[in-house]
């Protein structure tokens, strides 16, 4: 079935320091992937996207690339803030026939806190 | 525009008492879904409505959850003689439900329900 594995937590780093968010799936179709953050108090937003494989979603200085001979999808940003500080969430959409149009398959987050 | 709405925000009931909680989607949104998220489980997916049907019910845990939509809007999410290990923040998400599953989910901001 459809899943998704990523990087437990919780990561602190200092600002302006690089970041990584592992996130490997697994999926019977042909997925999109998505990252997802939840800021403190807020609800869950979509932070960037990828359709196929190859493609590279981007946001905010957040960047990830769908690689499908890895089964990958990391978040990187080049140099953390405060203001990133936050639990970061890596999806799955399978696109199987039959499968659900939209339901996502979420990884168990990822606690980011960002020291100044 | 006005983004998801949840009520209430927060929910303490007893052990065996029934709780309902509601879902406003974002106007014209036809595709709604309730998440779980548990502590340190990461996002369950319940339920998906597409309109007013829902034709995937597989995430329901037991027999005490339903949920039902009405005009294409609204939707309640029903959880009978609730247990201790139904405590959780109950996510609901719309989109517009149509693409290959790249439509982005827009989730409201959860009710967080403790079971005492």
């Known amino acids: 079935g459809d899943s998704v594995t990523q990087m437990e937590g919780p990561v602190t780093l200092s600002e302006e320091a690089f970041l990584t968010i592992n996130c490997t799936y697994t999926?019977?179709?042909?997925?999109?992937l998505f990252w997802y953050v939840q800021y403190p108090g807020e609800g869950l937003q979509l932070l960037l996207k990828a359709t196929k494989a190859d493609d590279k979603g981007s946001n905010k200085g957040f960047e990830a690339t769908y690689r499908k001979e890895t089964t990958s999808f990391h978040l990187e940003k080049g140099s953390v803030q405060v203001s990133d500080s936050a639990v970061y969430f890596c999806?799955?959409?399978?696109?199987?026939?039959?499968?659900?149009?939209?339901?996502?398959?979420f990884g168990r987050g990822t606690q980011l806190t960002v020291w100044p | 525009g006005a983004g998801v709405s949840q009520s209430p925000s927060n929910k303490v009931t007893e052990k065996g008492k029934d709780v309902e909680l509601r879902c406003d989607p974002i106007?014209?949104?036809?595709?709604l879904y309730w998440y779980r998220q548990s502590l340190g489980q990461g996002l369950e997916f319940l339920i998906y409505f597409q309109g007013n049907s829902a034709p995937d019910k597989s995430g329901l845990p037991s027999d005490r959850f339903s949920a039902e939509r009405t005009g294409g809007s609204v939707s309640t999410l029903t959880i009978q003689r609730t247990q201790q290990e139904d405590s959780a923040v109950y996510l609901c998400?719309?989109?517009w439900g149509v693409g290959q599953g790249t439509s982005p989910l827009h989730f409201g901001n959860g009710t967080r329900l403790t079971v005492t």
């Open positions: 999926a019977t179709g042909y997925p999109s």
């Open positions: 998400a719309s989109s």
């Open positions: 999806a799955l959409s399978d696109r199987v026939r039959g499968s659900t149009l939209g339901r996502l398959y």
């Open positions: 106007s014209g949104h036809t595709a």
